[in-house]
């Protein structure tokens, strides 16, 4: 038997900040085996998002180790498809999601939740489904009733579970309430170290089965250092977020808004992002979100203008960068706005799309 090799107490806190030893590609291949025989296959298994068109074109899903941007104009439901993702992930019982949201409460996240959980995404059947508004109704409306009553011991996990309408959705949610942890980020404090530290402790706490979401990269504090201007800041955030994937081995998906220039665009790209070209190069994916009916050509839109009118529901994803698959690829999804969430099952796009770069319309 291979005796138990100590580390010394440098090496040990190396290996804690995420820093490596050299090693020859025996050891990594020694390691990677020993990896396998103990059935970790962790590095070859692909996390699925759970939307169908985007996990086949980037290879199954999320990788450990890669950062993932999404990026978008405001409005466009780039929130509502993080935090779904998140959503997907930690409905697997195996796996962890660690979602950081500088624009909202936790709390607005979980009533978010509990409209998506509400209508199955896939039909159009949701009649009967719970927006923001009725769920607020929901349970003003039955506590002040309470109120009057006296009764003091009325409380939110009550309400949901006598109401017909929310009864379901708040079942649905328990199944990964302990799996998805939610932080509300303050653009003064929850730095690069603060994630780092974070997300640390949630994998050391699952062996590493978490994925990290951060809504969104522009808003990350980056104290003790100091940045130039904006371009910088974005620099040193998005080389911090790569850094966390690497060294703590696991998926990172970060939102990022888009510059000026992109908000006046017809169509949005990856170039429009805001802050540094570090953007493009730091990378494994990047996924642009676009209105259907905004970059659909208008050639469709005056053949049939009544069909194209519906297209306004649709947003196009558009992989424009995949370190490990093929890139410039469209895939459509439809938003359902008023439930916080996107018909999962996708499109391949087939219509024509107006690209500045190609097409002047």
Not at 239 to 250: P, R
Not at 277 to 296: R, V
Not at 307 to 336: C, H, P
């Amino acid at each position: 038997m291979e005796a138990v090799r100590v580390m010394p107490r440098g090496e040990q806190r190396k290996k804690q900040r995420g820093v490596h030893a050299p090693r020859s590609l025996t050891q990594v291949l020694r390691e990677a085996d020993r990896m396998v025989v103990q059935g970790d296959l962790d590095a070859y298994l692909p996390i699925p998002t759970g939307f169908d068109q985007i996990d086949r074109m980037i290879g199954g899903g999320l990788r450990r180790s890669e950062l993932v941007l999404l990026g978008g104009a405001q409005g466009i439901g780039k929130t509502i498809c993080a935090l779904q993702m998140a959503r997907n992930l930690a409905l697997n019982e195996g796996l962890y999601s660690f979602y950081i949201s500088y624009e909202h409460t936790e709390t607005h996240l979980l009533n978010r939740l509990l409209c998506m959980e509400s209508i199955d995404p896939t039909s159009d059947g949701y009649q009967d489904g719970v927006r923001l508004k009725d769920l607020h109704n929901i349970i003003v409306a039955r506590r002040a009733r309470e109120w009057v009553r006296h009764d003091e011991t009325l409380g939110l996990n009550q309400i949901l579970a006598e109401n017909p309408k929310t009864a379901k959705a708040l079942k649905t949610l328990n199944k990964y309430a302990d799996r998805l942890i939610l932080v509300k980020g303050s653009p003064a404090v929850t730095t690069l170290n603060t994630i780092r530290e974070m997300t640390r402790q949630i994998a050391d706490a699952c062996a590493g089965k978490v994925a990290l979401f951060v809504d969104y990269l522009q808003k990350v504090a980056i104290y003790p250092e100091k940045a130039v201007d904006e371009n910088d800041k974005v620099t040193i955030i998005v080389e911090g977020l790569k850094d966390i994937a690497m060294s703590l081995n696991v998926p990172v998906l970060a939102i990022v808004a888009a510059d000026r220039e992109g908000l006046k665009s017809k169509r949005l790209h990856l170039y429009h992002l805001r802050g540094s070209s570090a953007l493009d190069y730091e990378c494994d994916i990047a996924i642009i979100m676009n209105n259907k009916y905004h970059i659909l050509s208008k050639d469709h839109i005056a053949f049939n203008p009544y069909k194209a009118e519906s297209y306004r529901d649709w947003v196009i994803f558009t992989i424009e960068k995949n370190r490990a698959g093929r890139a410039m690829i469209d895939v459509e999804f439809q938003l359902k706005a008023q439930y916080f969430c996107f018909n999962p099952r996708g499109n391949v796009v087939e219509q024509k799309l107006i690209d500045e770069k190609i097409i002047v319309e």
